[in-house]
């Protein structure tokens, strides 16, 4: 969204993606760039977490969530992991995400998780 990329401040950067999470639109692709980009302010990763908490593709959704949650390329701080985390827990509270959950957690190193 080309509306993203030109907002200076965070202000307008936050206002963006609650837009977006309202809208309910796909847009995995540009939050997964958002939240991978350490460049970007902190606080803005994290509301991109929750931008796609309308979006109609669970799949992906669910994808870039665990991909957060894992934290296998060490991109992501503890804070945008528990917000995947929460998320997950709210969008797909079945019982084998859950399951996969407590798994995960069992073997997480990061007690703050």
């Known amino acids: 969204m080309q509306e993203y990329a030109r907002a200076k401040s965070v202000e307008r950067k936050t206002v963006i993606l609650k837009a977006i999470g309202n809208s309910g639109l796909d847009l995995t692709n540009l939050v997964a760039e958002i939240v991978s980009n350490k460049h970007n302010e902190k606080e803005n990763r994290f509301n991109a977490i929750f931008a796609i908490r309308r ?52 073997e997480e190193t990061d007690k703050q998780l």
């Open 55 to 106: 979006c109609p593709e669970d799949e992906k959704v669910e994808k870039l969530l665990m991909t957060i949650l894992r934290n296998e390329k060490n991109l992501y701080d503890v804070e945008l992991r528990i917000g995947a985390f929460s998320l997950l827990v709210d969008r797909f509270p079945t019982k084998e995400m859950l399951t996969s959950l407590v798994s995960h957690l069992n």
